[in-house]
């Protein structure tokens, strides 16, 4: 799969294999997060699978991912949803559609994308991929932005930066 190289001013300016653009000297690129609620208003964070490239094992936002060249970013978010979670979702609903960041894992892989941050509510039963979540809970929001304040290291760096911005709701 390819993902869109960005310009410095968020214009894609072409393509590059996934597994070639996640280096030491990553380019720009464009991502998504999405913070995914229940029926009864409970946020799902998810733990990243041990074999995952970057932050292997750490505890993040529902799910990441990054959109196909030509594919609208709300599909690739239903997409991801799928096939991360197993899970159909509500329309997703962009809170942050700005953010970015850049971040240097332990292990030297460097993060750097143009990441809108979407929410959307569970249609059905979760089914996590293994490939990508090792674990998962259903949590409040108040108790993630504790933890996040509390333990910041025990989490993906996008989630402590895009909760220093917003503080997640359920879409409407």
Known sequence: MDVILLSEDGEPIGACPKELVHTENTALHQAFSCYLFNSQGQLLITRRALSKLTWPGVWTNSFCGHPMPEEPIEEAVRRHAAHELGARISEPSVVLPDFAYRAVDASGIVENERCPVFVA??????????????????????????????????????VVEQLAQFSPQPAH
């Open 121 to 158: 509510t569970l249609d059905n039963e979760l089914a996590p991929n293994p490939d990508e979540v090792m674990d998962y809970q259903w949590v409040k929001v108040q108790n993630l932005e504790t933890s996040v304040s509390q333990t910041p290291w025990a989490f993906s760096p996008w």
